[in-house]
T-cell receptor, first 111, second 115 residues
Framework: GENVEQHPSTLSVQEGDSAVIKCTYSDSASNYFPWYKQELGKRPQLIIDIRSNVGEKKDQRIAVTLNKTAKHFSLHITETQPEDSAVYFC??????????FGAGTRLFVKA | KAGVTQTPRYLIKTRGQQVTLSCSPI?????VSWYQQTPGQGLQFLFEYFSETQRNKGNFPGRFSGRQFSNSRSEMNVSTLELGDSALYLC??????????????FGPGTRLTVL
């Protein structure tokens, strides 16, 4: 069945460093790849997304890359700040209106 | 626009009981998806509704069911509750754009505890 693997499960970085989270999906029909940030006790919030016809997208300190051939996509956060500390989820979706989420990465940014 | 709302926010039930959770999507959104979130399993897809029709279903037992009304509001029901059903149940609404699944906006969730 469809599966999204996300690594690492936990990531600790110093403030100002970069953080990279990687995901691999199994369903080659996936065409939409959103990333969500979930702070403690809050709902997941979309931070960036990318569609299958685009290889890279950037929004200020956040960027996402997609390699369709390898079925990999990654989230890059530069110049990390303490408020970036949260759980990040990647997801892959097909036209069948079903979104599969990765297991999440808990990011700690140490001041 | 008001965001996705879910009621109730917290529920405590005992094993064997049943529960109904409600989700009101963002105005104009016609697709509602439900997810179960647990610390060990992340976000697990339950089902998705569009125009009162269930279009997709995850790998959950038949005790989990849902429906959508003509105003796009959705409910999910869990019958014969088990301890393992304790979780945060999230719904998300979206405005499907053709064959692409558009951005999902999540509600605050309903925290269900089964004793």
């Amino acid at each position: 069945g469809e599966n999204v693997e996300q690594h690492p499960s936990t990531l600790s970085v110093q403030e100002g460093d970069s953080a990279v989270i990687k995901c691999t999906y199994s369903d080659s029909a996936s065409n939409y790849f959103p990333w969500y940030k979930q702070e403690l006790g809050k709902r997941p919030q979309l931070i960036i997304d990318i569609r299958s016809n685009v290889g890279e997208k950037k929004d200020q300190r956040i960027a996402v890359t997609l390699n369709k051939t390898a079925k990999h996509f990654s989230l890059h956060i530069t110049e990390t700040q303490p408020e970036d500390s949260a759980v990040y989820f990647c997801a892959a979706s097909t036209g069948g209106f079903k979104t599969i989420f990765g297991a999440g990465t808990r990011l700690f940014v140490k001041a | 626009k008001a965001g996705v709302t879910q009621t109730p926010r917290y529920l405590i039930k005992t094993r064997g009981q049943q529960v109904t959770l409600s989700c009101s999507p963002i105005s104009g959104h016609r697709s509602v998806s439900w997810y179960q979130q647990t610390p060990g399993q992340g976000l697990q897809f339950l089902f998705e509704y569009f125009s009162e029709t269930q279009r997709n279903k995850g790998n959950f037992p038949g005790r989990f069911s849902g429906r959508q009304f003509s105003n796009s509001r959705s409910e999910m029901n869990v019958s014969t509750l088990e301890l393992g059903d304790s979780a945060l149940y999230l719904c998300a609404s979206s405005l499907p754009a053709g064959v692409h699944t558009d951005t999902q906006y999540f509600g605050p969730g309903t925290r269900l505890t089964v004793l």
